[in-house]
């Protein structure tokens, strides 16, 4: 959606994005452990590039994919 891309949001509202979507130990995760068991980075850490206004969160998402999920 337009409404999550880098142009339409400020850096604040990118971290408020990210912190509410992944919400892990909070409530919204069900510590399925699905970070680890993909042999990801903290999902925070991953979608820091987001937040930095440098890549948008389906290129982070694909390279997750690519790189993790066979």
């Known amino acids: 959606m337009d409404k999550y891309l880098i142009k339409s949001t400020t850096r604040e509202h ?3 994005i990210v912190r509410e979507s992944l919400d ?3 409530g919204g995760c ?3 452990s ?9 999902p925070y850490v991953m979608y ?3 937040i ?3 890549k948008e969160l389906f290129e ?3 390279e997750f994919s690519a790189n993790y999920i066979r």
Request: proline share 4%; aromatic share 8%.
């Open 60 to 62: 982070i998402t694909q």
């Open 34 to 42: 699905a970070c680890g068991a993909y042999g990801a980075i903290d």
């Open 30 to 32: 069900e510590n399925c």
């Open 48 to 50: 820091q590039p987001y």
């Open 14 to 16: 990118r971290e408020q």
């Open 24 to 26: 892990c130990g909070g």
């Open 52 to 54: 930095d206004g440098i």
